[in-house]
């Protein structure tokens, strides 16, 4: 695991401790033979898996099901440089089981633009990578900024 005095892989537990902790991330796929991203609310199942609900009809889950997808979330804190970020990558499905979808319907997330007769779609944790940042761009010696190396503090 690489680390230094700014930078620290997350390990696995750690990673989805943190995701658990925000609403939104960004499910990352691709459509139409080219990169696509979509920022979407969703939460996690027991067993780890990235659970999000929306329409049956969109784009999103014509693209992502029965295909491996990353799904990314993070929070970062501009005046302090520091924050993370986590990556989850896995098959993405959209759940069909009945009892399954009624369990998801009590425990899963919420839609913030919920739609009606809405699917769940699951995201396995087949990969689970993180990383933390921490202040790693402070002023560097003779007033330049370390994230500006052409600015100074004169």
């Known amino acids: 695991m690489f680390q230094s005095d700014s930078f620290r892989a997350l390990d696995r537990q750690e990673s989805l401790r943190l995701l658990a902790e925000v609403p939104v991330g960004r499910v ?6 080219l ?40 929070e970062f804190d501009a005046v302090t440089r520091s924050g993370w970020s986590v990556i989850v990558t896995g098959r993405a499905t959209v759940v069909t089981d009945p009892a399954e979808h009624e369990r998801l319907s009590r425990t899963g997330p919420i839609s913030w633009m919920p739609p009606r007769d809405g699917v769940f779609v699951r995201i396995e944790a087949e990969m689970v990578t993180g990383r933390e940042l921490n202040g790693a761009l402070d002023a560097a010696p003779n007033g330049a900024d370390a994230a500006h190396p052409a600015r100074t503090g004169a």
């Open 28 to 33: 990352v796929y691709t459509r139409q033979a």
């Open 35 to 74: 990169p696509a991203v979509t920022p979407i609310n969703f939460s996690l199942d027991a067993d780890s898996a990235v659970l999000m609900y929306t329409s049956p009809s969109s784009d999103l889950v014509r693209a992502v099901d029965g295909v491996v997808v990353a799904f990314e979330a993070d």
